[in-house]
């Protein structure tokens, strides 16, 4: 007997003194985690903020309410959470571009007003920051991997048979191999809209890239990068830079939303339709019109392209 009553003291002792030792313990506590992402901070913000109703992380219980603070576009959100076993705690989240194109992401957790309950669990087991910065480097990643998806979203339409207008264009030609067809085309377009302002000659529409040749083989083009004008433009007899025009057509045409790394699928597809349905490619060269700027629309998964294959006109009906 009384060794019960002994071990019952010892037991109230232990607990007093563990009721003591948890009260003294910190009412609050931090947790950072940084993931390198390589997107623009934008498309990674707009990801993050359309989730955050659900959060990022299995920490939070489905019984625990989350509520979104403030936000700075495209560099922070912060996040106000409340619960039973944490009664207030932020989350902030902060977007920083790099030089290379990739963006640091920060998650840190400021947990404030732990419960009783939080403070014992935590006291003895001392699982709080290694447990919840392990989770963070799960939720991270899989932040990661939906972005990278994201971006790779993609589709591709054949809009059937279309009245092309043509027109008048200035145009620039080299010729590219197939792994850098995407650097020359950017270095002749800036080269072509420098000329242009340098002249006060203004643009018409989207611009476009026409495909003087291209080996199906090699992926190697003779092409040229145009922006459409109004009218016909008298240049100079040495300037690499001169004015084209297109005859009207009717062009076979096939949308890409999407990188253009899919544009080689693009143009098979464009291609396939052709055959299967006995159209004939007529002497004008194929183009292809570029409707979203990347510098201004960073997601990839959002750019338009539009292919134009001109057809000749004893096309069967379709």
Known sequence: MKFIKYLIFLLLIAFIGMAIYTAVQPNDFEVSETITINAPKTVIYDVVSDSTETDWSSFWK??????????????????LFTSDRIKKSELKWTFTSNSDGSTNVTRVLDAEALSFMTKAKLALFDDKEEDISDQFKSDLESLNQKVLANMAVYSIKVDGITDY?????????????????????????????TFMNTHSILANGFPFTIYNEMDSETGNVIMSTSIPVSEKIIVAENSNILCGFMDRTLALKVTLQGNYTNLKEAWAVARKHLADNNLEASSINPFEIYRTDPKKVLNPAQWITEIYIPITDNRETL
């Open 165 to 193: 207008g043509g027109g008048f264009y200035m145009y620039s030609t080299i010729s590219s191999t197939s792994g850098n067809i995407r650097s020359s085309m950017e270095k002749q377009h800036s080269e072509l809209v």
């Open 62 to 79: 489905a019984t625990e309410t989350l509520q979104q603070t403030s936000k700075t576009p495209i560099d922070s959100i912060n996040q």
